[in-house]
């Protein structure tokens, strides 16, 4: 059998990138990626090591927002567009650290679903 030789990563220039912001009661999730939806990078407060109720805190959220804005750099990143979902305490925090480190948040959007009618009720108790 012969050996296949693997090809190598290519570095990636991207301009402006979408972060997706998934901020619940528990953890607060980070997801870069291009224009077109190609996932870039990825980082959670579980991921840095905080546990318990310690990940859905502002201060989690932003250690994670820092720590993606440093793997941006060398993307060549410079502006940004956050989509924030869920109702955690992590979603301006993620925000604010981007922005103080030096990327121009060109949109914020809340794309947390919202039922129309909901989920059909329990029937009634009978006792």
């Known amino acids: 059998m012969t050996y296949k030789k693997k090809s190598k990563k290519v570095k990636r220039h991207v301009d402006s990138v979408v972060a997706h912001v998934k901020s619940s009661f528990n953890n607060t999730i980070v997801t870069v990626t291009t224009s077109s939806g190609d996932v870039l990078l990825t980082k959670s407060a579980g991921a840095l090591g905080f546990k318990g109720s310690r990940k859905g805190t502002p201060y989690a959220a932003g250690q994670v927002a820092t720590i993606l804005a440093r793997d941006m750099e060398p993307l060549g990143v410079k502006t940004m567009e956050v989509n924030l979902q869920g ?4 979603r301006e925090s993620v925000v604010r650290a981007f922005q103080a480190a ?6 914020l959007r809340d794309v947390t ?3 129309h009618n909901g989920c059909r009720a329990p029937k009634k108790r009978r006792v």
Do not use: A, E
């Not at 109702?87 to 992590?90: A, D, L, M």
């Open 113 to 115: 679903p919202l039922p």
């Open 87 to 90: 109702p955690g305490s992590g």
């Open 102 to 107: 030096g990327f121009s948040v060109t949109m």
